[in-house]
């Protein structure tokens, strides 16, 4: 799957959403602040964990990592660990570094953490490793039916 299967998946949720295809990698939260010239809190990371075995996405800050413990409890599990690349490949449908927020392969569970709220410009993954669009917190809560939690180590 790439960038066109996720502006359809988008269109498909009634989202009119500008996917930038860069000429420099957007693979890492690093990377693509600095290809759209922002800061890198205002990158969304799509990670995949397993909370007790079962995928689930999980929105986060470009600056912050996830606190394991923290999602576990969030999600009322008993652990959360991260999915290896071979795992979030079957249930995405996209490579580690492109992953979109939703459009996925299989509708997976989403936690938008809630550090996230604070940034009224957000860019995200639209499913290629130099593809990125605008976005904001809400569209995105709205658009991956996420549950938002804090979930993020500080």
Do not use: W
């Amino acid at each position: 799957m790439g960038p066109q299967d996720f502006e359809a998946a988008a269109a498909a949720r009634g989202l009119s959403l500008e996917v930038q295809e860069l000429a420099a990698s957007t693979r890492t939260a690093r990377e693509a602040a600095e290809a759209v010239g922002c800061e890198e809190r205002q990158i969304v990371k799509s990670l995949v964990f397993l909370t007790d075995g079962e995928p689930v996405l999980v929105l986060m800050r470009g600056d912050r990592r996830v606190d394991l413990a923290r999602l576990a409890q969030a999600l009322g599990a008993g652990a959360a660990t991260r999915a290896d690349a071979d795992r979030v490949y079957v249930e995405t449908g996209f490579a580690i570094g492109g992953i979109p927020p939703f459009g996925h392969r299989s509708p997976l569970p989403t936690v938008l953490d809630a550090c996230l709220l604070e940034e009224p410009l957000l860019f995200a993954a639209a499913g290629g490793p130099n593809a990125l669009f605008r976005t904001s917190a809400a569209q995105l809560r709205d658009a991956a039916q996420a549950k938002v939690a804090c979930v993020c180590s500080r």
